[in-house]
């Protein structure tokens, strides 16, 4: 049991764990964390993984912090040395980027999120790959903190709230 100042210095739910207590996923359907998923998949999994091509992301990005980490993986801050901006990079931590599974839902989100075009709520994806420490979503970067952040200063008035869900 995590003590109350491990939680406040862990920015992921159920303390970095996606399943907290071991308890069996909800209605049947698995968890990216259970042994059909990490480490266990068939050639064909293994195959979709090294038929992506390796990016060198040191080459365009330099990476300048980290914005959060969590159970499944890390967003770090970089600027891309071409356009000269600012860019969140997500990455899967390395236990789950062997599992073509994994994988594959990464790359759907990057794909959903770009599908969903310009919205002012929505991050723009600008790019997908997999780096030598696996894959990765270049996104853009939106100073002002999280919503984590903002909650942990207090309770958010009624207008402040709405604003922020519509």
Request: charged share 25%.
């Amino acid at each position: 049991m995590p003590t109350s100042e491990d939680e406040s210095n862990d920015n992921s739910l159920h303390g970095g764990r996606t399943n907290p207590g071991g308890r069996p996923p909800v209605c049947g359907q698995e968890s990216l964390s259970d042994e059909k998923t990490i480490g266990h998949h068939s050639e064909s999994q293994q195959a979709y993984i090294d038929d992506m091509e390796l990016v060198d992301l040191g080459a365009r990005y330099e990476i300048t912090g980290t914005l959060g980490e969590g159970g499944m993986g890390s967003v770090v801050i970089a600027t891309d040395r071409r356009l000269l901006r600012q860019v969140a990079i997500k990455r899967i931590v390395a236990d789950l980027a062997d599992s073509a599974r994994t994988v594959e839902r990464f790359i759907d989100e990057a794909r959903s999120i770009a599908a969903m075009g310009s919205h002012p709520n929505v991050l723009q994806v600008f790019d997908y790959g997999r780096s030598k420490d696996g894959p990765f979503i270049v996104m853009e970067y939106v100073d002002g903190g999280s919503l984590l952040d903002l909650c942990k200063l207090g309770p958010l008035n009624l207008e402040k709230a709405i604003s922020l869900f519509t």
